[in-house]
Each structure stands twice: as C-alpha cells, then as structure tokens.
C-alpha cells in the first residue's frame, strides 16, 4: 500500500481534528487517513454543517503556514545579519589594535634608534680621544727631539752618544704614553660595548613583546568569534531553521584575514637599528678632529708684528740658546 504524505503543517491541523498528538497523517491509496508511525486509521474530521466552514479552517491553515514561513525567513535575515556583525566587529577590532600597535613601534624604533646613536657617539668621542692622544704624544716626541737636535747642533755635539741618549729617552716615553692612550680606550670601548649589549638585548625583547602581544590578540579574537558562531548555530537549530556556520572554516579564514592586517607590524619590526662600523667611526672622529682647527702658525699671523721695532715675528726662529739668544 502506497502512501501519499501530506504537509506538516496541514497534518498539524489534521491531528488536531483527529485528537493524534504528535501523528503523521498519510493519505493512503485508498483514500483512507493513516497515521505514518502507528499505522492506525485517523478517522476524519466531521463535516461541518456548513461546508462552507472547511474554506475558513484550510485559510486558517493557510495563514499559519505563511506565518511560520515568514517567521523562519526573520530570523534567517537576522542570522544573518548576527554573523556579518561579528565578523565586521572582528575586523574593527583588528584595525584598532594595528593602529595603536603601529604607534607603539614607532615609539620605540626611534628610541632605539636615538640610542643607538648615543652609543655610536660614545665610540666615536673615545676614538677621537685615542687620536687626540697619539697626536699629542708624537708631537711631544717630534717637538722634544728637534729641540735637543738643535741643542746638540747649537754644542757642536749632534754626533756624540747624547743624541741616541735622547732618542732612547723619547721612545720610551712615546710607548709608555700611548699604552696608557691604549688602555684608557680598551676601558672606554669596554663600558661602551656593555651598553651596546644591553640596548641589543632590550631591542630583541621588546620585539619578541609586541610579538606575543599580536599572537594573543589574534587568538583571544577568534576565540571570541567562534564563541559567536556557536551561538547562532544553537539558535538557528533551535529556530528550526537549517543554515549553519561552517566555524572552522570562518575561524581560519578569519584568522588568516587578521594576520594579513598585521602583517605590517612584522615588517616595521623586522627593521633593524645597526650600529656604526669601525670604519665609518674612525671617519666621523677624523671628521671631528679637523673641525676648527687653524693653521700652524695662527698666533703669528693673527698677532702680527710683536714690536714696533726690529723683524717681524714670524721672520724669526722658534728656538734659543744660551750662547746666540734670539728673540
């Protein structure tokens, strides 16, 4: 026997008249009203006296069907609606937090950078300094050595074993003057290569910080989300309706969206801050030494003539001696 069913909605109605709570009319082939489940025969309703009533109870019918249709479809748009607030909300949130992040590194790259160069300028004033140094000293020895050749000459005596004596007695005190320039620049560079550590280490943690920092946000977003896909699936299914939120699906998608927005943030902190090398240090502290310097014979030229009488002073030897003084 062959069955014919009819909608749920009308078999609502029909197990209304028949009294079947909860049955499944079907109209069998011939023509009788059976229950689906039980199999029982569903007497049917009793005409009314006036035909005319079965039009009003089928409108009836009607209706509620359209009713719960419409009922569906509002809820179905709010679903929907729901699911595009959530993932616009998710959005919005992920732009907010790579506009302030972005703000955060600037901040920092240019305190690292403003750093790195108070480091780079300590190594280049210890650099000068060390110059300065051994500029000094060999024009103390340069200085001091054509004094006492001078002197010998001035003795007749620039042939005699004083002449070694004194070359002896400047070496020695252009070694142990530059060692101590030496060391005062080991000591120096020591404490400056500390600080350069430090501001290394301070840098990569920090980075490592906005890192994390960016994987917890991501995380904490999309928990959330999936928390709010779960919701609307319960709530479609228990509005009897059948779309669905493919939550994994949605989760990586979104994920993958957010870590496309951030992407930026991992480029801004991928820029690194070097320090300057031996070369460009050793450049910036020549360029250094030679600023406002003036020539050899500055005092001369600048005083001019000292006396109102006799040569000029820059006609003059630099030097004396006791036998042919000359001022």
Same mark, same amino acid.
């Given at each position: 026997?062959? +069955?014919?069913?009819?909608?749920?909605?009308? #078999? !609502? /109605?029909?197990? $209304?008249?028949?009294?079947?709570?909860? &049955?499944?009319?079907?109209?069998?082939?011939?023509?009788?009203?059976?229950?689906?489940?039980?199999?029982?025969?569903?007497?049917?309703?009793?005409?009314?006296?006036?035909?005319?009533?079965?039009?009003?109870?089928?409108?009836?019918?009607?209706?509620?069907?359209?009713?719960?249709?419409?009922?569906?479809?509002?809820?179905?748009?709010?679903?929907?609606?729901?699911?595009?607030?959530?993932?616009?909300?998710?959005?919005?949130?992920?732009?907010?937090?790579?506009?302030?992040?972005?703000?955060?590194?600037?901040?920092?790259?240019?305190?690292?950078?403003?750093?790195?160069?108070?480091?780079?300028?300590?190594?280049?004033?210890?650099?000068?300094?060390?110059?300065?140094?051994?500029?000094?000293?060999?024009? +103390?020895?340069?200085?001091?050595?054509?004094? #006492? !050749? /001078?002197?010998? $000459?001035?003795?007749?005596?620039?042939? &005699?074993?004083?002449?070694?004596?004194?070359?002896?007695?400047?070496?020695?005190?252009?070694?142990?003057?530059?060692?101590?320039?030496?060391?005062?620049?080991?000591?120096?560079?020591?404490?400056?290569?500390?600080?350069?550590?430090?501001?290394?280490?301070?840098?990569?943690?920090?980075?490592?910080?906005?890192?994390?920092?960016?994987?917890?946000?991501?995380?904490?977003?999309?928990?959330?989300?999936?928390?709010?896909?779960?919701?609307?699936?319960?709530?479609?299914?228990?509005?009897?309706?059948?779309?669905?939120?493919?939550?994994?699906?949605?989760?990586?998608?979104?994920?993958?969206?957010?870590?496309?927005?951030?992407?930026?943030?991992?480029?801004?902190?991928?820029?690194?801050?070097?320090?300057?090398?031996?070369?460009?240090?050793?450049?910036?502290?020549?360029?250094?030494?030679?600023?406002?310097?003036?020539?050899?014979?500055?005092?001369?030229?600048?005083?001019?003539?000292?006396?109102?009488?006799?040569?000029?002073?820059?006609?003059?030897?630099?030097?004396?001696?006791?036998?042919?003084?000359?001022?």
């Amino acid at each position: 026997m062959s +069955t014919v069913p009819i909608s749920p909605t009308l #078999s !609502g /109605v029909l197990a $209304a008249f028949s009294g079947g709570e909860g &049955s499944y009319p079907y109209v069998t082939d011939d023509g009788q009203l059976t229950d689906f489940y039980s199999g029982q025969y569903i007497a049917p309703p009793p005409m009314p006296d006036n035909p005319d009533n079965m039009t009003t109870v089928f409108s009836a019918q009607t209706q509620a069907e359209q009713d719960a249709i419409a009922q569906q479809n509002a809820f179905r748009d709010s679903f929907n609606q729901s699911k595009d607030s959530a993932l616009t909300g998710f959005q919005t949130s992920t732009g907010a937090f790579r506009d302030n992040s972005r703000n955060s590194i600037l901040d920092f790259m240019d305190s690292i950078r403003n750093q790195q160069q108070g480091v780079d300028n300590s190594r280049i004033n210890a650099q000068l300094g060390k110059s300065q140094g051994t500029a000094s000293i060999l024009d +103390t020895i340069g200085r001091g050595i054509r004094s #006492s !050749g /001078v002197m010998l $000459a001035n003795k007749n005596a620039a042939d &005699s074993s004083a002449a070694g004596a004194i070359a002896r007695a400047y070496g020695e005190y252009g070694r142990n003057a530059q060692s101590d320039v030496n060391n005062q620049f080991a000591l120096e560079n020591r404490g400056i290569q500390q600080q350069q550590d430090a501001l290394n280490t301070s840098t990569e943690s920090n980075k490592r910080r906005f890192q994390t920092e960016k994987n917890n946000f991501v995380n904490s977003i999309v928990a959330e989300l999936q928390q709010t896909f779960a919701a609307l699936n319960e709530a479609a299914a228990g509005a009897g309706i059948s779309d669905r939120i493919q939550i994994e699906q949605e989760k990586e998608a979104a994920r993958q969206q957010a870590l496309s927005q951030l992407a930026e943030l991992d480029t801004m902190l991928g820029q690194q801050v070097n320090p300057m090398d031996q070369n460009q240090i050793i450049g910036q502290a020549n360029q250094l030494s030679t600023q406002g310097q003036v020539g050899s014979n500055y005092g001369i030229d600048q005083v001019g003539p000292l006396t109102t009488s006799g040569a000029d002073l820059s006609q003059l030897p630099l030097y004396s001696s006791r036998r042919n003084r000359k001022v």
